[in-house]
């Protein structure tokens, strides 16, 4: 797929007698086709963003990256050997033309479904799994993408000119010894640039433990003091975020290693790799200070005994909470790289790191079978990825509404009370889809709890393609029970012959809602080469829906 094509919504559509067709060209007009890509750069057809103005759309295209594969950070992942060039397109809705484009080379982006990308008002963000980065940009009014700011191996916006100018102190340093100079390393930091009286930088802190210890002269061969740290705010009072007993049930089982995907190895990241990214060290930082101020002196010794795992973790999700918080998603690198989304999230240890991009702090952790985060999904509306700029009428959630709740509650006893299950295993699977994003749920009174009951496996307000059945879909009136519609995304009986040639292969629909009108689009792929896709209209005469 190279190309964007726009159509027109019929409102009026034409009526038809009963048992007649309707046709695509019935109910859409082609307004115009955008051709973006050639060759085997594609676009993802499971990626499709609006801006909240409505102005613009964001669609992705990829191509598999060429060699050589350079490294952008000393925190990239070295191992993944399916890298693509991702191209991010900004196009005008009205005009379809390109108003921006942002290309991320040798890079490895969950695309389907958003699930490495969100956007939130008009930041985006996007997390990338190969540079262990947080790419974070600006949609201005005229459709150009700014960089506001990259979070991962660096946190603040000046880190990289802090480490600048240490470099360039240490090489003056390192030259002068040769010559066997009078100075320390500390001039050549004065030397490189001027400091005011407000600056962040606490020299006292640098030479903390050298007092009445020999630091001989610079020509010997002993060890430079420190270097100077900024100044940094009490630990956060935070501290009801984390269990307080093992925090990876599994820890004992197997180790993760960074160094091969496809093999599991049986230790942890070695000493020798680069130390830890910015963002990694915000999150050790935490666990520390909450370990530390515990009472019980296990949980330091536990922090000391998950180092390793914790530091092998990788970065793959986030989520905007508002315009200042933003929530991470880090789980093992051997369950997420080259595994299907729903595998990588559904069994394995994940974590969810809550980060402030103002004082570039974590708040939070939490853990996949935390609880604490189950209760938060449940009555927060943040979590369950309603966006506060909607009503949420037609989003049914368990925030706000009882049947919604009820059916959630219904989820979890079932799996509690299945094979293998457990209490563990619901709160795990019912995290298993965080964070969600705001675009990802469909806004139609059909699939609202307070108005209809439906079977939620069978349908519900998460746009994502699922398995379906041979039976249509039957819609109940909420208070009276009385049966009102069915959607049946199978193709009409007299071409039913077609299924015979793939009988026992599964079938996935998508089924796409009209916001206002009864309207609805199935989309039902068989396989790599049959694809039907229905048109659903209300009709006066029969409950059943047209074909």
């Not at 409102?11 to 109910?27: A, E, M, Y």
């Amino acid at each position: 797929m190279h190309a964007v094509q726009v159509y027109n919504y019929k409102s009026q559509l034409p009526r038809k007698d009963v048992g007649g067709t309707l046709g695509f060209n019935d109910v859409f007009d082609l307004r115009y086709e955008t051709v973006l890509t050639g060759g085997h750069e594609l676009l993802c057809k499971d990626f499709l963003l609006f801006t909240a103005d409505h102005r613009y759309m964001i669609v992705v295209s990829a191509v598999p990256s060429g060699f050589p594969r350079p490294l952008h950070n000393p925190s990239s992942l070295k191992n993944i050997f399916l890298l693509d060039d991702i191209t991010f397109w900004v196009l005008d809705i009205e005009k379809g033309q390109v108003t921006d484009k942002r290309v991320f080379m040798h890079d490895y982006i969950f695309l389907s479904n958003h699930a490495g990308v969100h956007l939130y008002d008009n930041m985006l963000g996007i997390a990338s799994v190969q540079n262990q980065s947080i790419y974070i940009l600006h949609i201005k009014d005229s459709g150009i993408l700014l960089d506001v700011r990259t979070i991962g191996y660096l946190n603040n916006e000046d880190d990289e000119l802090v480490l600048a100018r240490y470099r360039l102190a240490e090489q003056m340093y390192s030259n002068k010894k040769v010559t066997g100079g009078p100075e320390l390393f500390w001039d050549y930091m004065d030397n490189t640039g001027e400091e005011d009286e407000d600056s962040d930088w606490d020299r006292e802190r640098a030479w903390e433990g050298w007092e009445g210890s020999s630091l001989g002269s610079p020509s010997s061969d002993s060890t430079p003091p420190p270097l100077p740290v900024r100044r940094s705010e009490p630990p956060d009072s935070t501290n009801a975020m984390v269990p307080d007993g093992p925090i990876d049930r599994s820890r004992n089982g197997r180790a993760t290693s960074l160094r091969s995907f496809a093999t599991p190895s049986s230790t942890a990241i070695p000493y020798e790799c680069t130390p830890l990214s910015g963002v990694k060290q915000r999150l050790m930082a935490y666990l520390f200070r909450k370990a530390y101020a515990s009472d019980k002196t296990s949980q330091l010794t536990h922090f000391y005994q998950t180092f390793a795992h914790f530091a092998s973790l990788a970065l793959w999700r986030m989520h905007f909470l508002d315009n200042f918080h933003i929530v991470i998603k880090f789980g093992l690198a051997d369950a997420i790289v080259g595994k299907n989304i729903d595998s990588a999230t559904s069994s394995h240890t994940s974590f969810f790191v809550i980060y402030s991009l103002a004082t570039t702090k974590v708040l939070g952790v939490y853990e996949n079978t935390s609880e604490e985060l189950l209760k938060l999904y449940e009555d927060w509306q943040v979590c369950s990825g309603t966006p506060y700029n909607q009503s949420g009428f037609s989003i049914s959630n368990p925030t706000n509404s009882l049947f919604a709740r009820e059916e959630h509650s219904r989820r979890i006893r079932a799996v509690q009370k299945a094979r293998n299950g457990g209490p563990v295993q619901a709160v795990k699977r019912v995290l298993s889809g965080l964070p969600f994003n705001d675009q990802q749920f469909v806004d139609s009174p059909y699939l609202d709890h307070e108005l209809f009951s439906y079977d939620d496996k069978a349908i519900n307000n998460v746009d994502r393609a699922r398995p379906s059945g041979e039976h249509p879909i039957k819609f109940f009136d909420r208070q009276t029970g009385q049966f009102k519609f069915a959607i049946d995304p199978n193709l009409p009986l007299n071409s039913r012959q077609v299924y015979a040639q793939v009988r026992g292969v599964k079938r996935y629909v998508t089924c796409i809602f009209h916001p206002v009108d009864p309207f609805i689009l199935s989309i039902q792929q068989v396989n790599s080469s049959l694809t039907v896709v229905n048109l659903h209209i209300r009709r006066e005469q029969q409950l059943e829906p047209d074909q």
